[in-house]
Every structure is written in structure tokens, then in C-alpha cells.
């Protein structure tokens, strides 16, 4: 099919797809047949591709000299594989690369690259990396990107690397100074205006490039769509920020979202289980999300291929929640390790052969955690993982081990209509609040909602600075004061807060307290506990007790309208997060079900297992159960089985039936609750129940 018969279908994109990219470095062009591949990937089950395109390496002849055509390549690699690949009913996006460009460029394009405080050129290895508002990015990108789109009939175009990455060059001191009436910051300082102003403007900019690309792609290609290279979350942060990413801005004007989550073994303690799936809890509410495997242990050896079980777990966390996989290879399937190919293809095919029943589903979810990137920048600063992100990934993981049907939002796609499908809204530490963003959430509590808030929620504006009060009417508290390690134990009064652990009085304590008392004019306070035990300094065994209790309360519960409000001032998110607590999750999921009453779904397995619920068009549920039991802190490398898993679903259904096995489960009535046994898991199950 050629460019001029070929149609299109950018709905596909909103399909949850099964990408596959054969990342090829420039020696797999020699005697490549690209026939084999195509039926390759076919064979996988994949129904897209991701092709080398152009940028840095042209894969095709082309008149733009200053992209090097791969000199392995005979003919014309990238108009052979687009034909192969439609004659196989297989999508096509081609990989370009607007980041980094070749050294003799410098001689003839000064203007081209970036440049550090001192006004050297800044270098990732030998390439040179290039201005964001220079015209490598701002005329070359787009005269290549009308070459290559005139002469191929490319279903989407992926930019690699698509990075915002501070410069300081004139140009972009100008243009910094027009729009913000700052000079360019040459440094990371939260106290100065001109860099918390450039952080937003560095957001705004790079959106406005996006935009501008895909406007561009569609006008000289109708159909041809625009996606890019990004991370919804990271496990530092800051590389979010420097690369100037906000998954809500790009969203409006791309063709789907594809987000890395690469499971690298060098990725930072404690080790984050979650970020498959959890890209695509946030990025599906914007647009269907694809998240971006790397078949890679590292960067650096990227020929070693990731351990299989873990590879399939990440796998069903995307499929699980709604979201479309894509596998990045080093090279072709020719590969020297090839130890997950095996699970790949086994999940990819599971996927084709129920793709209708993946493409109906819509996950559901009784309550929804709060993400906020403006807190992770305006408040984490310096620190966003340990400020911000440690107590948001803490809530993710009580509520995922504690079996709770749930989904995250980005603040920046809240509304009233949105927050009124949760009974219960999480603020893990949601410390940079707008006064739009406060409003909205008290009216969610007003007209019935509950929220479970932690720390410093509402404490700060939208820039980061230091409210004089609290932005939340409906948490009824005012902030007297701040303890450090004041406290030891936390005093529990009310057995019904920890209600499994039932001989237990007393909660482990460390780090910051906020006393806080009661604001006089709101409405009834319902309960308040977990007062704090002064801290006992002495470890010497003879003097390890107390003789006295604070009268500051670590747990209230106000209501406000029609809803009610659990504020906890401290940090138990962020200390499940770093030291597993067990207490306190018992804590928070108590409070959860205090305010949702019976649950979508509850389980008994373990918390190493996912348990996911999604809506079924055709009726009923759909239920998977993803195993990360295992090794905790290393990759997974083997399943450990787990028997006699009891699972119960809200409502009466007649059968369930296993995706995987084909095997019918006996359902008994349980209350409102209908319940099976799940006998023995192995890395996932799938049950249809109707």
C-alpha cells in the first residue's frame, strides 16, 4: 500500500494496541530481512510497530544532509518496512530524535546547541545536545519531518529524547526575560522568583512545541498522529522536571500517551513495584496510555535482557489497568539474551486473543489517591522524592496491598463531575494547592465525599510559598505549631482505628508532628486520636517508659456538609513508604472503609498481589489478580505460587469463568457479596464474573 491509497485510522490509538520496537542500532541494517521481521513481530502478537526513522540517523534516502544516512543500509529501509508492516495489517510509528546532533554541525550551526552558564557547548558523549529554541528544533526538525512525511504514509511519529533541557544561550535568555520579565536562572534556588517562574515557563513552552509539532504532522499528513517520549512518574522526580514534562499538556494534543517505566536494575531502594500499572492508573484518565518497557537490565548493557517473571508482571500491570504494553528490544529478535522473549510473546498472544475483551473494559475504583506535580516541584524543590513523592507512593502501596479498589488523579484534570465517582479522595501530603483546587475538593466533601488527608495538605500555595492558614475548610483544623521527633508512640484510644491488631495501644513514631487544634467556627467534630507519647531519648532498657500523654491529636475526623474529613498532621504514608509499618496500614485502610462502607471488592491474598477490577461492556467484571510475591528490594525471578485466595464482589453474579484457563469458579453468596475461592495463582489470573 502506498502513500496515496494507505488509510489511516487515528482512533487506533485510543485502542489498548500491542506495541513492539525492534530498537535497531545501525549494524542490524546489514542483510536485515525485513519481511522475517515484520512476521516476527506478527507472530508475537503485536499489532504496531515502532520503526527507526530519522534525526540523528536517517533510515531512508534523504536531502536533508545533516542527518546522516545509515551507511550499513542498502535501498530504503524505512519505506520497505512501513509497506511490509501495512501489507501485515500492522501500525507503524517511526522513531525521530530532536535532542542531540553530530560534532562537525558545531562549525557551520553554532546556534544550533546548547550551551552551559559559562557559554560552553554541552555534550551527552560525543553528540551535542540541542537548543530548545534554536533552529535545529524550530526549522531543520520540521523540514525533515515534511521530507519524511511526504514520502511515507506513517501511521504516528514518536519523538525519542524529547527533552526541554535548560540552555543558556542568548537566545534563550531573551526569550526567558520577554515572557517572564526575569533573567535566566543559572541555577536551582526555590527562594528566588525568576526559577520557580521558569519552571512553569520551561512546562508552558515545551507544551507549545508539542502542540505546534502535531499540528504540523496532521496538516502535512492527515491522520498521522504525534506521540513522545515522557514519564508520567519517576523515581527521582527531577528528571520529570528537568526534561520539562507535564503528561496533562502534552495530552491535549497527542495521539495517545507512551510513557517509559523502565525496570532497570540499578533504579534506587526501596525498589517501586508499581510504576507500570501506575502510569496508567493517571495517564488513562487524560488518553489511553501506553507504557514503554525496556527488555534492557540497563542502559549500558542493554543486551541483557530483564529476568522473565518480572517482564510478565510489568506486562499484566499495564494489560490490567487499562493500559496498551510496548516492548523496546536492543536490535532485532536475534537477540544473545534471550530469556524474557519466551514471556513476551506468551503474554503479547494472551492479550490478542481476548484484545475485544481488554478493549471494552474500564477499570473501576472506590477511591482515588490525588497526584500532584505542582506539590512535587513547588514544595519538593531540591528533594521531590523524599518531600512529596515518598508519602504519595506510601498511600499507593497501603491501598494496593490492602486489596482497595482504587485510581489516581493528576490534579491537573480534576472536576467536580470526576471527584463525585469516588466515595473517598486520598491527599497524601498535597501540600501546593491552588485556591481553585481547594475549592473544588471542599465542595466535593460538601455535597457528600469524604477525604483522608496527611501532613501539610493545603499548607502552601500553588508556587510553594506558606499559607497564613489552612486552604481546606472542610479539614477544621489550624496548625498551632510544629514538633520534630517530640514524640516516640502515638497513643491509640480507640480500638477501632487498628482494628487488626487488636493488642496493640501504642503506634511506633518518628519525624515532624503538626499541633493542631480545632477551628471554632466549623462544624462537629466526630472523633480525634492517636495522641502523642514524648519521646523516650534513653534506650537504656531501664528507662524506656512514659509518664505522660500530649493532648495533640494524630487522627481527626470533622464532618462538613454532607461529608467528613480524616486529617492525620504527620507522615504515615511517607513511613509505611520508607519502613513498612504494618500499623499503619491498618490504619489508613480502616479509615478507608470507615468512609466507603462495603468496598467494590475484597480479597484475602497477600499484598504482594494486585487484585484490579474492571466494568465489562457487555456486563459484569472483569477481575485480574497480578503476583508480585517474591524477592522484595530485587527483581523478580520466580513466582511463588499462592493457594486458596478468597475473593468477593460487591453484587449477585451466577458464574466466573478463568481467562487463562477456561475454568469455572463455584460462586457463593456472601452477604452483598458474592465470593470464589481462587485455588492456586500463578504469575496472573483473569476472571470473567457475570
Given at each position: 500500500?502506498?502513500?496515496?491509497?494507505?488509510?489511516?485510522?487515528?482512533?487506533?490509538?485510543?485502542?489498548?494496541?500491542?506495541?513492539?520496537?525492534?530498537?535497531?542500532?545501525?549494524?542490524?541494517?546489514?542483510?536485515?530481512?525485513?519481511?522475517?521481521?515484520?512476521?516476527?513481530?506478527?507472530?508475537?502478537?503485536?499489532?504496531?510497530?515502532?520503526?527507526?526513522?530519522?534525526?540523528?540517523?536517517?533510515?531512508?534516502?534523504?536531502?536533508?544532509?545533516?542527518?546522516?544516512?545509515?551507511?550499513?543500509?542498502?535501498?530504503?529501509?524505512?519505506?520497505?518496512?512501513?509497506?511490509?508492516?501495512?501489507?501485515?495489517?500492522?501500525?507503524?510509528?517511526?522513531?525521530?530524535d530532536?535532542?542531540?546532533?553530530?560534532?562537525?554541525?558545531?562549525?557551520?550551526?553554532?546556534?544550533?546547541?546548547?550551551?552551559?552558564?559559562?557559554?560552553?557547548?554541552?555534550?551527552?558523549?560525543?553528540?551535542?545536545?540541542?537548543?530548545?529554541?534554536?533552529?535545529?528544533?524550530?526549522?531543520?526538525?520540521?523540514?525533515?519531518?515534511?521530507?519524511?512525511?511526504?514520502?511515507?504514509?506513517?501511521?504516528?511519529?514518536?519523538?525519542?529524547?524529547?527533552?526541554?533541557?535548560?540552555?543558556?544561550?542568548?537566545?534563550?535568555?531573551?526569550?526567558?526575560?520577554?515572557?517572564?520579565?526575569?533573567?535566566?536562572?543559572?541555577?536551582?534556588?526555590?527562594?528566588?522568583?525568576?526559577?520557580?517562574?521558569?519552571?512553569?515557563?520551561?512546562?508552558?513552552?515545551?507544551?507549545?512545541?508539542?502542540?505546534?509539532?502535531?499540528?504540523?504532522?496532521?496538516k502535512?499528513?492527515?491522520?498521522?498522529?504525534?506521540?513522545?517520549?515522557?514519564?508520567?512518574?519517576?523515581?527521582?522526580?527531577?528528571g520529570?522536571r528537568?526534561?520539562?514534562?507535564?503528561t496533562?499538556?502534552?495530552?491535549?494534543?497527542?495521539?495517545?500517551?507512551?510513557?517509559?517505566?523502565?525496570?532497570?536494575?540499578?533504579?534506587?531502594f526501596?525498589?517501586?513495584?508499581?510504576?507500570?500499572?501506575?502510569?496508567?492508573?493517571?495517564?488513562?484518565?487524560?488518553k489511553q496510555?501506553?507504557?514503554?518497557?525496556?527488555?534492557?537490565k540497563?542502559?549500558?548493557?542493554?543486551?541483557?535482557?530483564?529476568?522473565?517473571?518480572?517482564?510478565?508482571?510489568?506486562?499484566?500491570?499495564?494489560?490490567?489497568?487499562?493500559g496498551?504494553?510496548?516492548?523496546?528490544?536492543?536490535?532485532?529478535?536475534?537477540?544473545?539474551?534471550?530469556?524474557?522473549?519466551?514471556?513476551?510473546?506468551?503474554?503479547?498472544?494472551?492479550?490478542?486473543?481476548?484484545?475485544?475483551e481488554?478493549?471494552?473494559m474500564?477499570?473501576?475504583?472506590?477511591?482515588?489517591i490525588?497526584?500532584?506535580?505542582?506539590?512535587?516541584?513547588?514544595?519538593?524543590?531540591?528533594?521531590?522524592?523524599?518531600?512529596?513523592?515518598?508519602?504519595?507512593r506510601?498511600?499507593?502501596?497501603?491501598?494496593?496491598?490492602?486489596?482497595?479498589?482504587?485510581?489516581?488523579?493528576?490534579?491537573?484534570c480534576?472536576?467536580?463531575e470526576?471527584?463525585?465517582?469516588?466515595?473517598?479522595?486520598?491527599?497524601?501530603?498535597?501540600?501546593?494547592?491552588?485556591?481553585?483546587?481547594?475549592?473544588l475538593i471542599?465542595?466535593?466533601?460538601?455535597?457528600?465525599?469524604?477525604?483522608?488527608?496527611?501532613?501539610?495538605?493545603?499548607?502552601?500555595?500553588?508556587?510553594?510559598?506558606?499559607?497564613?492558614?489552612?486552604?481546606?475548610?472542610?479539614?477544621?483544623?489550624?496548625?498551632?505549631?510544629?514538633v520534630?521527633n517530640?514524640?516516640?508512640y502515638?497513643?491509640v484510644?480507640?480500638?477501632?482505628?487498628?482494628?487488626?491488631?487488636?493488642?496493640?495501644?501504642?503506634?511506633?513514631?518518628?519525624?515532624d508532628?503538626?499541633?493542631?487544634?480545632?477551628?471554632?467556627?466549623?462544624?462537629?467534630?466526630?472523633?480525634?486520636?492517636?495522641?502523642?507519647?514524648?519521646?523516650?531519648?534513653?534506650t537504656?532498657?531501664?528507662?524506656?517508659?512514659?509518664e505522660?500523654?500530649?493532648?495533640?491529636?494524630?487522627?481527626?475526623?470533622?464532618?462538613?456538609?454532607?461529608?467528613?474529613?480524616?486529617?492525620?498532621?504527620?507522615?504515615?504514608?511517607?513511613?509505611?513508604?520508607?519502613?513498612?509499618i504494618?500499623?499503619?496500614?491498618?490504619?489508613?485502610?480502616?479509615?478507608?472503609?470507615?468512609?466507603c462502607?462495603?468496598?467494590?471488592?475484597?480479597?484475602?491474598?497477600?499484598?504482594?498481589?494486585?487484585?484490579?477490577?474492571?466494568?465489562?461492556?457487555?456486563?459484569?467484571?472483569?477481575?485480574?489478580?497480578?503476583?508480585?510475591?517474591?524477592?522484595?528490594g530485587?527483581?523478580?525471578?520466580?513466582?511463588?505460587?499462592?493457594?486458596?485466595?478468597?475473593?468477593?464482589?460487591?453484587?449477585?453474579?451466577?458464574?466466573?469463568?478463568?481467562?487463562?484457563?477456561?475454568?469455572?469458579?463455584?460462586?457463593?453468596?456472601?452477604?452483598?457479596?458474592?465470593?470464589?475461592?481462587?485455588?492456586?495463582?500463578?504469575?496472573?489470573?483473569?476472571?470473567?464474573?457475570?
Amino acid at each position: 500500500m502506498d502513500k496515496q491509497t494507505y488509510q489511516k485510522d487515528p482512533d487506533f490509538w485510543n485502542t489498548r494496541f500491542r506495541l513492539i520496537q525492534p530498537n535497531l542500532r545501525k549494524i542490524d541494517a546489514i542483510n536485515l530481512d525485513i519481511e522475517e521481521l515484520i512476521n516476527e513481530v506478527k507472530e508475537y502478537g503485536a499489532n504496531a510497530i515502532l520503526v527507526n526513522g530519522g534525526g540523528i540517523v536517517a533510515w531512508y534516502p534523504t536531502t536533508n544532509a545533516y542527518q546522516k544516512v545509515n551507511e550499513y543500509m542498502h535501498g530504503d529501509f524505512l519505506g520497505d518496512i512501513i509497506a511490509a508492516a501495512h501489507r501485515a495489517n500492522i501500525k507503524v510509528l517511526v522513531r525521530m530524535d530532536v535532542s542531540k546532533s553530530h560534532p562537525y554541525l558545531l562549525e557551520t550551526h553554532p546556534d544550533w546547541f546548547r550551551r552551559d552558564s559559562a557559554g560552553d557547548i554541552i555534550k551527552h558523549w560525543e553528540m551535542l545536545t540541542t537548543c530548545p529554541t534554536g533552529p535545529y528544533w524550530e526549522e531543520y526538525n520540521f523540514r525533515v519531518l515534511e521530507e519524511l512525511l511526504n514520502k511515507y504514509p506513517a501511521d504516528g511519529i514518536f519523538f525519542n529524547a524529547f527533552n526541554y533541557l535548560r540552555c543558556n544561550c542568548k537566545r534563550c535568555q531573551t526569550f526567558f526575560k520577554e515572557q517572564t520579565g526575569f533573567d535566566l536562572p543559572t541555577e536551582e534556588n526555590w527562594q528566588n522568583p525568576a526559577w520557580r517562574a521558569y519552571v512553569s515557563y520551561r512546562y508552558e513552552r515545551h507544551a507549545d512545541y508539542n502542540r505546534r509539532l502535531a499540528e504540523f504532522v496532521n496538516k502535512v499528513s492527515p491522520g498521522t498522529v504525534l506521540t513522545i517520549d515522557t514519564n508520567i512518574t519517576s523515581d527521582s522526580y527531577k528528571g520529570i522536571r528537568e526534561s520539562g514534562w507535564h503528561t496533562v499538556n502534552f495530552s491535549e494534543s497527542n495521539g495517545c500517551i507512551t510513557s517509559e517505566a523502565f525496570n532497570l536494575v540499578d533504579r534506587p531502594f526501596p525498589k517501586w513495584s508499581y510504576w507500570a500499572g501506575e502510569e496508567v492508573k493517571i495517564g488513562n484518565h487524560l488518553k489511553q496510555t501506553s507504557i514503554i518497557l525496556s527488555y534492557s537490565k540497563s542502559i549500558f548493557s542493554r543486551r541483557a535482557a530483564q529476568p522473565a517473571v518480572q517482564f510478565g508482571y510489568d506486562l499484566m500491570q499495564i494489560a490490567a489497568n487499562g493500559g496498551a504494553p510496548f516492548v523496546a528490544l536492543s536490535g532485532t529478535f536475534e537477540q544473545e539474551d534471550k530469556q524474557a522473549l519466551p514471556m513476551t510473546k506468551k503474554i503479547y498472544t494472551y492479550l490478542k486473543t481476548f484484545d475485544q475483551e481488554y478493549n471494552d473494559m474500564t477499570p473501576l475504583a472506590d477511591v482515588a489517591i490525588i497526584y500532584s506535580q505542582r506539590t512535587a516541584d513547588y514544595y519538593g524543590k531540591e528533594h521531590p522524592a523524599e518531600r512529596w513523592q515518598a508519602h504519595y507512593r506510601g498511600m499507593y502501596e497501603i491501598l494496593a496491598e490492602s486489596h482497595i479498589p482504587f485510581t489516581v488523579l493528576h490534579e491537573g484534570c480534576l472536576s467536580i463531575e470526576k471527584l463525585q465517582n469516588y466515595s473517598c479522595l486520598i491527599l497524601p501530603n498535597i501540600a501546593a494547592l491552588s485556591d481553585e483546587e481547594a475549592s473544588l475538593i471542599d465542595r466535593y466533601v460538601d455535597s457528600g465525599g469524604h477525604i483522608i488527608s496527611t501532613y501539610e495538605t493545603g499548607l502552601y500555595d500553588h508556587e510553594g510559598q506558606r499559607r497564613s492558614e489552612q486552604a481546606l475548610k472542610c479539614v477544621g483544623r489550624e496548625v498551632r505549631g510544629s514538633v520534630k521527633n517530640a514524640y516516640t508512640y502515638l497513643e491509640v484510644r480507640n480500638q477501632s482505628f487498628i482494628e487488626d491488631y487488636p493488642d496493640t495501644s501504642v503506634l511506633m513514631f518518628t519525624g515532624d508532628f503538626l499541633e493542631t487544634v480545632e477551628k471554632k467556627d466549623h462544624m462537629r467534630l466526630v472523633s480525634e486520636d492517636l495522641y502523642g507519647i514524648p519521646s523516650v531519648r534513653n534506650t537504656t532498657p531501664e528507662f524506656a517508659y512514659w509518664e505522660k500523654v500530649s493532648d495533640s491529636p494524630g487522627l481527626t475526623i470533622h464532618s462538613h456538609g454532607e461529608g467528613s474529613v480524616a486529617y492525620l498532621p504527620w507522615s504515615p504514608d511517607k513511613l509505611y513508604h520508607l519502613m513498612g509499618i504494618h500499623e499503619y496500614k491498618s490504619l489508613i485502610a480502616g479509615l478507608v472503609k470507615r468512609f466507603c462502607g462495603a468496598l467494590s471488592m475484597e480479597s484475602n491474598a497477600p499484598g504482594g498481589v494486585e487484585c484490579l477490577l474492571a466494568k465489562r461492556k457487555s456486563g459484569g467484571y472483569l477481575i485480574h489478580l497480578v503476583n508480585g510475591v517474591g524477592t522484595q528490594g530485587k527483581p523478580l525471578t520466580e513466582t511463588v505460587k499462592v493457594e486458596e485466595i478468597q475473593l468477593k464482589v460487591k453484587g449477585r453474579f451466577q458464574s466466573a469463568k478463568s481467562l487463562t484457563t477456561g475454568e469455572h469458579y463455584n460462586i457463593k453468596k456472601d452477604g452483598e457479596y458474592s465470593s470464589m475461592i481462587v485455588r492456586s495463582l500463578g504469575l496472573f489470573e483473569a476472571i470473567i464474573i457475570e
